[in-house]
């Protein structure tokens, strides 16, 4: 098993340009999530999804958008970036919430 | 007041010193976990909790529901120990993790 990856590792974008980072499971987990993590800081939940087409806000949506078409994969699209989207964002999945997620390596993000 | 506060922020011992991460938490949970950031960025459970303690090799973990605290402790400190450890609470009302801060350990030899 894979497990969760992502894709791009890092990224540079122009303020106003959109892009969308992977994130695929092969685990068969229905819950799978968008965290960033700014310097010194927690994760903060961006976007989460309970299964196939089903997804809901986390704690910090704005400036993004996520999709989930199928199982394996949840997508984040940023549509206009801003130099307030430049951070690390990490997709992770479990098989329900009270179990422990599965973390990608992460997406470093800058946006100048 | 953050409803996940780790302590302490940053902690520097030598090869061998027994440490130990405090985790406090203001919310209901359902469970706590601890995770391990590597310097490269990955992120890697290590243990949830719920009640109780449990030991998996040098790591110890913690928590006491009543005083709504945990603590993860590492024995025989060792250099590639180095990183940071990241407490987390799984909130009892919508399931959703609440992360704390992290507390960045590197252990000298």
């Known amino acids: 098993n894979a497990g969760v990856t992502q894709t791009p590792k890092f990224r540079i974008l122009k303020i106003g340009q959109s892009m969308t980072l992977q994130c695929t499971q092969d685990?068969?987990?229905?819950?799978m999530y968008w965290y960033r993590q700014d310097p010194g800081m927690g994760l903060k939940l961006i976007y989460y999804s309970v299964g196939a087409g089903i997804t809901d806000k986390g704690e910090v949506p704005n400036g993004y958008n996520v999709s989930r078409s199928t199982t394996e994969d949840f997508p984040l699209r940023l549509e206009l970036a801003a130099p307030s989207q430049t951070s690390v964002y990490f997709c992770?999945?479990?098989?329900?919430?009270?179990?422990?997620?599965?973390f990608g390596p992460g997406t470093r993000l800058l946006v100048l | 007041k953050n409803e996940v506060e780790q302590s302490p922020q940053n902690l520097t011992a030598q090869e061998g010193e027994f440490i130990t991460i405090n985790c406090s938490y203001s919310?209901?949970?359902?469970?706590l976990h601890w995770l391990q950031q590597h310097p490269g960025g990955g992120i890697v459970s290590l243990f949830m909790?719920?009640?109780?303690?449990k030991k998996h090799g040098r790591l110890i973990a913690t928590i006491n529901i009543q005083e709504k605290h945990s603590s993860l402790h590492i024995t025989a400190s060792h250099p590639r120990d180095s990183a940071v450890y990241i407490c987390a609470v799984l909130r009892v009302s919508n399931y959703q993790l609440i992360w704390g801060a992290g507390t960045k350990l590197i252990i000298k030899p």
């Open positions: 992770a999945s479990n098989r329900s919430p009270q179990e422990t997620q599965y």
């Open positions: 685990m068969n987990h229905n819950y």
């Open positions: 909790l719920s009640s109780g303690k």
């Open positions: 919310v209901g949970i359902s469970a």
